[in-house]
């Protein structure tokens, strides 16, 4: 007995093997398009996940305490062993 009781014969399956997929497509393509009309208008373009500048300003100025540089560090002699 198949799986799907009225996909007994060649048609049948082979239209369920065409639709279903399509019918997935569909319903992709629906669901994007919703939710890209969610969107707000003010959303930036060039890069979503940056603060607006009302934020950032905000935030005042940053605090950095020790920051080393490269150019601040000696490198460290590691002997390599030559083989």
Known sequence: MPPLPFADNFLA????TILLPLGLLIALVIWYLMAVRRVPADTPVSSPSLPRDEVVDAAGPAVVSDVTLEADVT?????????
């Open 75 to 83: 490198p460290i002699d590691n002997p390599v062993d030559e083989v």
């Open 13 to 16: 399956g082979s239209l369920l």
